[in-house]
């Protein structure tokens, strides 16, 4: 969960005037040819008016959330590859795959700034089809992936309180867990990211103090092992890691209406969520498998708890297991957050029926997209943790090829449109930053299992489907729709 980026990103930002008032509009195509209107899929209303923005700081942490949450869980690629490859792997994996996909989200965020975010972008790209299709790939990936967190906090807990290892007993935890927390996502986006600020500096404290601690029990030595003789090199688990802790950068997208200053905001918010994300990483890495030597089979989710007590004791093995619960409430709140936004999206762009869009009267937020939201994740929570994080992997790269190819044709498309963030690289060179990643996703997707190539056939299937039968609600009046852009600005 981290990445690395180096500092082009602020650099081009301009401020355009602000947009007029949102209107209601019909269905429509998108705009054939430049100068292409920006559509701002938040409605105004005078709650939404009331309702504190995002700022820069809260907007930091709750992408770090959507991607990291500190060093938990990238302990499995050193049990799958050694020590060496692992260190390799979370530093130049986020070159290849975390920085482009950062700067995407960077440039498109600022020109279609709207809680659509990815949804938008495959929209103006390929029309309505690819629009829902992308919007019902990451919304599964999202929700499966929001099923991950309840039963790796509660895998945190048992370490403590040994009755929530199984039974009634876990099973009551997660869904505790998992209602209590949508309730404060109900509560409002700018709580949520105040409290995620709160979590993120609680929950990397330990791993700073355990990094500082074993800096004189280090041995350099230990950094170049290719693992132990007789340990079979486990591919699939190793790069489902990394892709696992260093994707979701484009999840923030799908809030992009609830910024402030979004064309200024996002670009600094996503360099400095990437320089937290990656150090976050690579400081403990280092640090654990150079100061403690133990059976390669021991670097399992968890291990870094085990080593902060052999590195400096009791005490700071408690607090990365508390860290730890604090880690995974901060990236459900986050990642909840973008689920619930996203179908908030999809109904302004009338990819699904007006109520999608409802908000609460007291906090403004998405309450319909928190509620579905929350009963997917719910209903996806018996599966096993490896199987969850390999669905949402699957369904999330499928979703990411579709939008390198938006971002690709969008440039092509609409050359001249104002991009108040735009990375700074012509097309072939473009081409090139996003064959990389989109080879590395198609390798993922090679490696799945049968049961994930069933599952996400199956959703895959579903979501083509979702749009011919939301195409056939729209025909016989079945449902509300309203397209809500704002009014044509020229860029």
């Not at 969960?1 to 602020?10: A, H, R, V, Y």
Request: proline share 7%; hydrophobic share 50%.
């Amino acid at each position: 969960m981290s990445n690395q980026s180096t500092k082009p990103l602020p650099g081009e930002i301009q401020q355009p005037p602000p947009p007029p008032p949102t209107t209601t509009t019909t269905m429509s195509a998108a705009t054939p040819s430049p100068p292409l209107l920006l559509p701002i899929t938040t409605t105004t209303t005078t709650a939404a008016a009331k309702t504190k923005k995002l700022t820069l700081i809260p907007l930091i942490f709750l992408i770090y959330f959507e991607v990291a949450g500190g060093p938990y869980g990238e302990e499995p690629a050193v049990q799958a590859a050694g020590p060496l490859l692992a260190i390799l792997g979370f530093l130049i994996f986020p070159f290849i795959w975390s920085i482009p996909e950062a700067l995407i989200t960077a440039e498109l965020s600022t020109a279609f700034p709207g809680n659509g975010g990815f949804v938008i972008w495959a929209d103006k790209a390929f029309g309505p089809f690819f629009g829902s299709l992308m919007g019902t790939l990451k919304f599964l990936s999202g929700v499966i992936n929001i099923a991950a967190f309840p039963a790796l906090c509660i895998d945190y807990l048992k370490r403590i309180f040994p009755i929530f290892a199984s039974g009634l007993p876990r099973n009551l935890a997660i869904i505790t867990f998992t209602l209590v927390f949508s309730f404060l996502n109900y509560t409002g986006l700018a709580i949520v990211g105040y409290f995620a600020v709160g979590l993120g500096v609680v929950s990397l404290a330990p791993f700073l103090i355990m990094s500082a601690i074993a800096i004189p029990q280090i041995h350099p030595r230990r950094w170049i092992s290719l693992g132990q003789k007789g340990v079979k090199k486990d591919w699939t688990l190793f790069f489902n890691t990394l892709f696992w802790n260093l994707n979701f950068w484009d999840n923030v997208s799908t809030m992009a209406g609830e910024v402030d200053k979004p064309h200024k905001t996002f670009p600094l918010a996503l360099l400095c969520a990437v320089i937290l994300t990656c150090l976050g990483y690579i400081i403990p890495l280092v640090a654990v498998t150079g100061a403690v030597l133990v059976d390669q089979n021991d670097w399992e989710t968890g291990f870094m708890a085990d080593a902060a007590k052999m590195i400096s004791g009791s005490w700071l093995k408690f607090w990365i297991e508390i860290g730890a619960v604090l880690s995974a409430i901060g990236l459900f709140e986050a990642q909840l957050s973008s689920s619930a936004y996203q179908l908030l999206g999809m109904a302004d762009l009338a990819f699904l029926p007006r109520f999608f869009a409802l908000r609460s009267k007291w906090f403004n937020t998405p309450w319909v997209g928190i509620v579905l939201s929350t009963a997917i994740a719910l209903g996806v929570s018996y599966m096993s943790y490896t199987d969850i994080v390999a669905s949402a992997n699957f369904l999330y790269s499928l979703g990411m090829l579709l939008e390198f190819a938006s971002f690709l044709w969008l440039r092509r498309k609409f050359p001249a449109m104002k991009r108040p963030y735009k990375v700074p690289l012509g097309l072939p060179a473009l081409v090139v930053m996003c064959l990389v990643p989109a080879v590395f996703l198609v390798v993922i997707m090679a490696i799945a299992t049968k049961t994930v190539y069933l599952v996400s056939g199956l959703m895959t299937a579903a979501g083509i489907g979702w749009y011919f039968f939301i195409k056939l609600c729209k025909s016989r009046g079945w449902f509300t729709f309203k397209r809500v852009d704002d009014d044509e600005e020229d860029l």
